[in-house]
């Protein structure tokens, strides 16, 4: 770990602010991830602003029947929630398949969207990275890739995003609320919030320097089958080989979301449409741009046959 | 005392403390959390410095430069250490590759240096600043392409790494039904929870490292060796110790930059390995490819077995002996083993719980399912059918018997325990949802063998009893069975014996590995005890002949004195080694098991789920039963992780081990194992010791992994023959979906 400077801040745009003050900062709040790369040296912020006091910890109603999460939520209070596990399964359901619970109750909303991959060779600092080191190289390319993105990738990167919660949420077509330095606000849409790696896969969002979370929203409530599956080698506490999230009608329409296949939840407008034809079609949609390696080629007949039974307990075809 | 003829009846035979399920009398402070592990002996050493390792960027090559100025310059540091300027080092006996690097490196993580400072976060900061140029040299790393390079070894752990009887080849040609398969086994690591993890301090010329260690003698020598100092001027103290599973036979690196780190800083120093360094910078068990081939007549019987073997190690290093327990399970005329082993740059692979049974039974006992599926017979009958109740190949020799060998009664007593009669033998048949259930049964083998152990016993005016021997528990719970040892001899209850263990300041054990620790170590204190009872007899004019220790009392001929009394103000000492005579040539002394397990696979996505696990051991008298139960379910834990998760990543372009902490390395959690069974079959066995008792903290993960490939077999229909037995290895053969 690098010494670092260290400030609470008492507003979110103050937030904000110090850390356009202080170029390379980051924002903490549970810490669960950035402390893990800091001390490996992969995350070096000259300086810290903690988030944790700024009280963005309510979950209240939208005017548009919606819900706001704020950015501090805990990952265990989020799944916990009665109007989430009413209203929105598949991400209490994502919530609960991520991490353990003591890892849950430090995390929180804003931080489990910001984790950083889990690709090993990212976390090896003599190792070549194009995400840690712009300019390195990418050995995960040509070398062990079992976990790593099928789809989404580039010549440059073929790093995972290792999130859940943030699948569900692209499901879901979450909101990101944010503040920038200069006390102004925007809105981004979940699908434009994490980006394909392309050639700078060092920047995994399109959050500007030093702009805040102050929120997550979620619509007003879709309806349909819920479900979100998670397949992964160990029962409990390990990250997907793929995971399905999946919000489905009953005609059989719905929206699909897949995890652990690419360098941000995979999404296709085209899959989604696929839907009432089976999991065969829309995973042929889903993956109709695909590259796999050799070790990770399992994922793709294994998002299929997974899809095949969500739907299927959905009510829907399979 | 010397063990040369079979033990008749004793004191431990009584049976009052010895072979009771007593908790174990280390948990309070274990479950306190007051037990102090090595890393944590804040009361030792007065203000400690921290170390940092810095591991090597490079699997082999030179160390080109190396520039620790920047290092040294930062704050809090006290000093930097490398090969320049460590002074020479020695190798040490049981070390393959050196402990620091420089000029040369030999493996990835190979330590370069060490940075002292002031706290913990100043040394691992400056480490971060040392800069290495290294001259990067080709090497191997891929085991299936050094395959064809692989030589036979001098010795494959003691015994000769070929073996033959009969005539195999024309056998095998000849049998009518026959089974050719091989097998592969990936890297492991033993992940223990507790890193290595050392404290160094220098008194003068005598140095004390407070460590993790589970061969104290071992290692005293090694730290001797390495550093050029005489044994008797190193001390080593390791009274708990946070998992071993063989990673702790052996001096590492923690513990020489330690005692170097603190001669530098002219303070004391501790250094605990970070996670990632435990992978590439330490031991691991090494992959291996077995070929195993089967000929058999068409009633069942093995008409000829042969197992061969291969492994990769450093230059220097040796094989895994995967191939032990063929030589030992099933009867059959002709016969074949070989063991080859290649040169690989990876890290040094040496000794993980049950070395060469763990990997061997993994091949032999999914060959054996195979065989008992082409022969259309059960898998329990088939085993059954060829028993063998002499060594099947003793270097030639076929008629040496086994002190005792209960595999029979195992394999039946676990197939009417486990509902084996359930068992469908046609695969995919059993559906649950959507689970295709399967259950898999493998034979277990493990070696039951002795070493030389000494202990001292001090009985105090008080009556307290107190053993001292440089035995370590590993977790194991050898503090327990040796205070029940002593207990039982001096006739006194549990909570008058205080056991001291691991420290160069007791007399030498047998230490914890290769299952001997047991049964060595108690009954060291079993020797020590019985020169302590004639002790007391004598000064208190007693006839040894008809005294008796029961109650905290001695007795003869009428006569009763309490033992505190007996002992008197200045309390008695008796100090003895237990030392191993001609049985184990006479008898092989083995212990047996048979595994059962019970899979669930999900027909979609093709996870593997346990459902039930059942182990049944023959190994001697039990001394603890509930102490070995958690050894056994433990080594079915770690037998279930060998099946199904359980991989060091190799990469094949730089050489390393690429899933280094246990996020990327899984080993089994809760939710995996819903279910363990633990029968231990009535067994003394009056050869091994006078406790008549064997080891079984390695028997238990022998054939786990073999039962666990044999269940997914029966659930699926799938033949995996290569380890771990993930998901996407059942994917493309899964049976279709309906």
Known sequence: MKPFTYERA????????????????????????????????????????????????????????????????????????????????????????????????????????????????????????????????????????????????????????????????????????????????????????????????????????????????????????????????????????????????????????????????????????????????????????????????????????????????????? | MKFDTPATTNPIDQLKIVGKPVDRIDGPLKTTGTASYAYERHDVAANPAYGHILGSAIAKGRIASIDTREAIAAPGVLAVVTAQNAGALMKGDFNTAKLLAGPEVQHYHQAVALVVAETFEQARAAAGLIKVDYTRADGAYDLEKAKSSATKPKDMDGDAPDSKVGDFASAFAAAPVQIDATYHTPDVSHAMMEPHASIAAWKGDELSLWTSNQMIDWGRGDVAKTLGIPKDKVHLSSPYIGGGFGGKLFVRSDAILAALGARAAKRPVKVALQRALVANNTTHRPATIQRVRIGASRDGKITAIAHENWSGDLPGGGPDSSVQQTRMLYAAPNRMTATRLAVLDLPESNAMRAPGEATGHMALEVAMDEMAEKLGMDPVQFRILNDSQVVPDDNGKTDRPFSQRQLVECLRQGADTFGWTGRNAKPAQRREGDWLIGMGVASAYRGAP?????????????????????????????????????????????????????????????????????ASSTAGVYAACTKLREAVATKLGFST??????????????????????????????????????????????????????????????????????????????????????????????????????????????????????????????????????????????????????????????????????????????????????????????????
């Open chain 2, 545 to 738: 002949a008809d005294v008796t220790f029961a109650d905290g009392k001695v007795s003869s001929a009428g006569r009763s004195v309490a033992l505190g009394e007996a002992a008197g103000p200045g309390g008695l000492v008796a100090e003895d080694t237990m030392e191993f005579g001609d049985l184990s040539e006479k008898y092989q002394h083995s212990t047996f098991g048979a595994h059962f397990v019970e899979v669930a696979v999900d027909m979609h996505t093709c996870e593997v789920r346990l459902r039930r696990m059942l182990a049944v051991c023959a190994a001697g008298r039990i001394l603890n039963p509930k102490s070995a139960r958690s050894q056994v379910i433990g080594a079915m834990t770690m037998g279930a992780g060998a099946a199904l998760m359980e991989e060091l990543a190799v990469d094949n372009r730089f050489g390393f081990f690429v899933n280094h902490d246990l996020a990327g390395y899984e080993v089994p959690v809760h939710a995996d194992i819903p279910h363990q069974d633990v029968v231990f079959l009535d067994e003394t066995d009056p050869t091994v010791s006078p406790m008549k008792a064997k080891g079984v903290g390695e028997l238990g993960i022998c054939g786990v992994a073999a039962a666990v490939a044999n269940a997914i077999y029966n659930a699926t229909g799938v033949r995996v023959r290569e380890y771990p037995i993930t998901l996407d290895k059942l994917i493309s053969q899964m049976p279709a979906l309906v």
């Open chain 1, 10 to 318: 008492d507003s979110p745009a103050a937030a904000a602010a110090a850390a356009a003050r202080n170029p390379g900062s980051r924002f903490i709040a549970g810490g669960t991830n950035l402390l893990d790369l800091m001390k490996l040296q992969i995350e070096t912020p000259p300086h810290l602003v903690d988030v944790t006091g700024l009280k963005l910890d309510r979950i209240d109603k939208t005017d548009d029947g919606g819900l706001r999460i704020g950015a501090l939520v805990r990952n265990t209070d989020l799944a916990a929630d009665d109007r989430v596990r009413r209203d929105y399964g598949v991400l209490s359901r994502a919530l609960l398949a991520g991490a353990s619970g003591q890892l849950r109750n430090m995390a929180t909303t804003a931080g489990n969207l910001l984790q950083r991959t889990r690709c090993p060779y990212f976390y090896d600092t003599n190792m070549p990275c194009n995400k840690r080191t712009p300019g390195s190289g990418c050995s995960a390319i040509g070398g062990y890739s079992r976990q790593l993105a099928v789809v989404g990738s580039s010549g440059s990167c073929i790093a995972t995003h290792p999130s859940d919660m943030a699948v569900a949420m692209r499901a879901l077509d979450a909101m990101v609320e944010t503040v920038r330095s200069d006390g102004s606000t925007r809105t981004i849409p979940i699908a434009d919030f994490h980006r394909l790696p392309g050639e700078t896969p060092h920047i995994d969002t399109n959050l500007a320097p030093a702009e805040l979370i102050t929120a997550v929203t979620l619509p007003k409530p879709l309806g349909g089958k819920h479900i979100y599956k998670k397949v992964r080698d160990r029962a409990s506490y390990a990250f997907a080989l793929i995971s399905v999230a999946a919000v489905i009608g009953k005609d059989g329409k719905g929206r699909v979301t897949i995890g652990g296949v690419a360098h941000k939840p995979w999404r296709v407008d085209a899959a989604d449409a696929q839907l009432p034809q089976g999991a065969k079609a829309t995973a042929q949609a889903l993956f109709a741009d695909a590259k796999p390696t050799k070790d990770n080629a399992y994922k793709i007949p294994l998002v299929e046959r997974t899809l095949g039974v969500v739907l299927a307990q959905a009510g829907a075809k399979s």
């Open chain 2, 450 to 518: 002795t070493q030389k152990s000494g202990a001292r016993v001090r009985l105090d005016g008080s009556g307290m009893v107190t053993v001292e021997t440089d035995m370590t528990d590993i977790g194991t719970g050898s503090y327990t069975i040796i205070a029940q040892t002593a207990a039982e001899m001096m006739g006194v209850p549990l909570d008058k014996v205080v056991v001291k263990l691991g420290d160069t300041a007791y007399p030498v054990s047998a230490g914890s590995g290769g299952q001997w620790g047991a």
